[in-house]
């Protein structure tokens, strides 16, 4: 492990958080970021520090390249590196197609593609000169097979399956791996709006007949931080629901 130091967006809620706190109880460094969910982050923090674990939580609104580059100073100046970046932060709509606004497909692109974008091009400045780091894109099963009524989500992942793979041959002169978990549905507050039906739909066409958990997401976050041969792949735990 090595005291290795890991930056988290998107983990005050969902499986951001599952991340920030199996990881941190693992004995990684910790940074979770948030933008909106403060009681959420401070209490996962305070919660950590109960059982004795530290770890920092930074506020930032990751679609803007000038506070990406204040959060990524902080924790270089307090630690010195960042081994591990994991873009897990994004938003979801759905919405049909032809009613999608450009306003809608500007916010989607801005919170998904280009925050993941923007993060990981401020770290991977640090990451070449250290000449080693791991980048985990969380994406989705949408950017793999698409999904209806989510046309602008579907090509957000899309595009970071894409900046995956090309980075993974990019940086790997570097000693720098990237990979992208693509989730099939997780049982998360981003999905809370389903219905039971909706699941048991799901359900039934899923080979493994259970609910994907944010716990799944993790185990394949923590062996790719693990693995030092893996690189450019976009690894879809989804029970079976889609098989591509």
């Known amino acids: 492990m090595e005291n290795k130091v890991i930056l988290i967006t998107g983990a005050s809620r969902g499986i951001g958080r599952d991340m920030a706190n199996t990881l941190a109880k693992e004995g990684y460094k910790v940074i979770a970021n948030y933008n909106h969910s403060k009681e959420q982050a401070v209490a996962l923090q305070q919660e950590l ?6 770890i920092d939580i930074f506020q930032a609104d990751i679609s803007n390249r000038i506070v990406i580059k204040s959060m990524i100073d902080f924790i270089i100046e307090k630690y010195g590196k960042i081994d591990v970046l994991i873009n897990n932060a994004g ?4 919405k ?27 770290v991977c400045k640090h990451m070449i000169q250290q000449q080693s780091g791991c980048v985990i894109n969380i994406s989705s099963i949408w950017g793999l097979v698409g999904g209806s009524c989510e046309v602008h989500y579907s090509m957000a992942k899309a595009g970071i399956d894409g900046m995956t793979k ?20 997780i049982d998360t507050e981003m999905n809370a709006m389903m219905t039971e039906e909706e699941w048991n739909t799901i359900l039934q066409e899923t ?3 259970k609910k994907g958990k944010p716990q799944d997401i993790t185990r394949c976050v923590k062996w790719l931080i693990e693995d030092e041969f893996t690189t450019g792949q976009v690894i879809s735990p989804n029970g079976g629901w889609i098989i591509t």
């Open 49 to 54: 520090r109960r059982d004795g674990i530290e």
């Open 91 to 94: 938003i979801a709509q759905t």
């Open 96 to 122: 049909l197609f032809t009613d999608i606004t450009e306003e809608d497909f500007d916010t989607m692109m801005k919170n998904n593609l280009y925050a993941a974008f923007f993060m990981t091009q401020e």
């Open 166 to 185: 090309a980075l993974a041959k990019e940086l790997g002169y570097s000693h720098i791996r990237v990979n992208s978990i693509a989730p099939g549905v």
């Open 207 to 209: 080979p493994l007949r």
